[in-house]
């Protein structure tokens, strides 16, 4: 037994009624703070028990409402608009001050007619609407970013084997769903001497070679067949020389660059026909200039592909022990678009000839590179 003064008292609902206060405060503070958001405020002047949440569709004294949130003129319409279309502080007091003491229905309609009374005729400057799009001012340290040359996807092996297997996958289904059905009439079977005794057992036993004899001319049938497919499937000359063009011009499409070189003579017939026919095989543009006194000049212009082969052929391939000098590379950078329209030579008589030539293509500058590197 417990003395008096060993007498201990428990108080077992201080947690229950602390943890329903903790959570009564929180709720209260929550729906306060949403309610300001949304533009509502509690009736202060009602007691505690029967305050309740009142709808404010105009601007109280007890709350402020968060005024830097929707401001009078958005800063794209400032050019546009003349007169604001909002109301004045002094507007907001007055529709206040009318339907603060009335009931919620009828201060709504009161407050409707109120604005509508109230809100200025909105000008609109119409010499600032035009059909042009503005575009904002790129600010310090900002530029626009270059266009990137769109990259071909280059396959490994592995993946192109992959690619067709799923590709022959798809079409076979395809077929199988087509006999399934009936659409498409099923392929005769497809028998081998190796296979013929799972297939044709009953046959092979009675007339062994009449047996063979049929299953060696499907089979010679189908080789004839497939050899056929494969001749159709070939391209003529005139197709494969449209091919390769197709792909130039794609090329070209893509990335147009420029090449300058320098050629101490063209004066050999096989040299002219080398760089004439290999820049019409490669679709490339440009100019050929063979002056009179000192080295000629040769301008090409095209794809990536085309002016790395085309540098190659005159660079390594074409032999310049049968002329005066070797040829050498003076310039080559990408360009925007194309000057010329087809490539020639030209035998120039003078130099203000060909610098007449250049001029008209707007490439005058070539030439001067030319003085510049002798």
Not at 171 to 179: A, D, H, M, T, V
Request: charged share 35%.
């Amino acid at each position: 037994k417990l003395d008096s003064s060993q007498k201990y008292t428990f108080d077992v609902n201080v947690q229950k009624y602390s943890k329903k206060n903790f959570k009564a405060n929180r709720y209260l503070q929550q729906s306060q703070s949403e309610v300001k958001s949304r533009g509502t405020f509690f009736d202060e002047n009602l007691p505690k028990k029967k305050r309740k949440l009142t709808k404010s569709f105009l601007f109280n004294d007890s709350v402020k409402l968060r005024a830097d949130t929707n401001p009078d003129v958005e800063w794209w319409d400032k050019p546009l608009v003349t007169q604001s279309c909002f109301l004045t502080e002094d507007n907001r007091e007055q529709i206040t001050s009318q339907v603060q003491n009335l009931p919620y229905t009828e201060a709504c309609s009161k407050a409707k007619c109120l604005l509508e009374d109230l809100l200025p005729e909105v000008h609109y400057n119409k010499e600032e609407i035009t059909a042009e799009v503005q575009e904002p001012s790129l600010g310090e340290g900002q530029t626009l970013s270059k266009a990137s040359h769109s990259q071909m996807m280059h396959l490994t092996p592995k993946e192109r084997k992959k690619l067709r297997r799923l590709k022959r996958q798809k079409s076979l289904n395809e077929l199988r769903e087509k006999i399934k059905l009936g659409l498409v009439e099923p392929p005769p079977e497809k028998v081998k001497l190796s296979t013929v005794m799972k297939v044709m057992a009953k046959e092979i036993a009675l007339d062994p070679s009449k047996t063979e004899q049929d299953i060696m001319e499907k089979y010679n049938q189908r080789i004839q067949q497939h050899f056929q497919r494969n001749e159709e499937k070939k391209l003529t000359k005139a197709q494969r020389q449209e091919r390769s063009l197709r792909k130039l011009r794609r090329d070209s499409a893509r990335e147009t660059r420029t090449a300058v070189f320098k050629m101490e003579s063209i004066s050999n017939g096989k040299t002219k026909f080398k760089l004439q026919k290999n820049a019409e095989q490669l679709a490339l543009v440009g100019v050929g200039l063979v002056l009179p006194e000192g080295p000629s000049l040769v301008v090409v212009e095209g794809g990536k592909r085309a002016i790395k082969f085309y540098k190659r052929l005159c660079l390594h391939r074409i032999d310049w022990t049968l002329e005066k000098g070797p040829c050498s590379l003076l310039w080559e950078a990408e360009i925007k678009d194309s000057s010329f329209k087809n490539f020639k030579l030209i035998d120039c008589e003078t130099e203000h000839h060909a610098r007449k030539i250049l001029s008209e293509h707007s490439v005058e500058s070539f030439l001067n590179l030319l003085k510049s590197g002798n």
